[in-house]
Nanobody, 125 residues
């Protein structure tokens, strides 16, 4: 499995921004689709965003579209999630995931076989 480490979470006021990073232990993620998911207290983990292996295709969950931006730098084995215009309902643990051996996102959470430990994002109102 690919080792993934998230960073960049924290406490931010509503309307603020953060940049989450996901660093991978190996260069093979450059050929995998990558995604971000989140889990709020008492709720199931849900899809936030995904990006194809080349970065040319991106996908977003309905509640974050227009506010969040996923990107990747394959030379650095890193995926990013820019989160803007944060709302209290964005409070959650954010997880990075790799769709091992899959280059594009097909809407299947089960494609993501490697997960990070998560980074906490807390939005105060």
């Amino acid at each position: 499995q690919v080792q993934l480490v998230e960073s960049g979470g924290g406490l931010v006021q509503a309307g603020g921004s953060l940049r989450l990073s996901c660093a991978a232990s190996e260069r093979t993620i450059s050929i995998y689709a990558m995604g971000w998911f989140r889990q709020a207290p008492g709720k199931e983990r849900g899809f936030v965003a995904a990006i194809s292996w080349s970065g040319t295709s991106t996908y977003y969950g309905g509640s974050v579209k227009g506010r969040f931006t996923i990107s990747r730098d394959n030379a650095k084995n890193t995926v990013y999630l820019q989160v803007n215009s944060l709302k209290s309902e964005d409070t959650a643990v954010y997880y990075c995931a790799a769709a091992t051996n899959i280059r594009n996102y097909y809407g299947r959470g089960a494609d993501f076989g490697s997960w990070g430990q998560g980074t906490q994002v807390t939005v105060s109102s």
